[in-house]
């Protein structure tokens, strides 16, 4: 496996929360009166969020925001559409990402992905 700076767990969860509170907002603003219709709202806004930055940028909102990026963990590359999109609904349905094994999550694990802190080059 070539050499990675992985993303603490901290830096992970604070993503993920920053990623999970911006659609909250944007879930609130659309629906502020029914709860259940917000949550439905909130997960689809959190899947497409995921989904499209990961596919253009190589990170979500969040991990933009802290200087993550998801990569192949084989070869450091970009991960494909599908792998993408079946990373992101295991972190939407939240339990994959609960249950860790050697310090990768489920998610990761399946997807043969891994999220590293971008290190400025000179």
């Not at 992985?6 to 944007?26: G, K, P, T």
């Amino acid at each position: 496996m070539p050499a990675f700076k992985e993303a603490s767990l901290r830096r992970r969860f604070a993503a993920i929360a920053i990623d999970s509170y911006s659609s909250y907002l944007v879930a609130a603003a659309l629906v502020p009166h029914h709860q259940g219709v917000r949550l439905l709202m909130q997960l689809s806004i959190l899947f497409v969020e995921l989904s499209l930055l990961t596919s253009l940028q190589g990170a979500s909102f969040g991990q933009m925001v802290l200087k993550l990026r998801v990569v192949d963990a084989r070869d450091g590359g970009a991960l494909s559409i599908p792998r993408i999109l079946l990373r992101c609904l295991m972190i939407v349905t939240v339990l994959p990402a609960i249950f860790r094994h050697e310090g990768r999550s489920v998610h990761d694990l399946l997807t043969q992905s891994i999220v590293v802190k971008v290190v400025a080059t000179k």
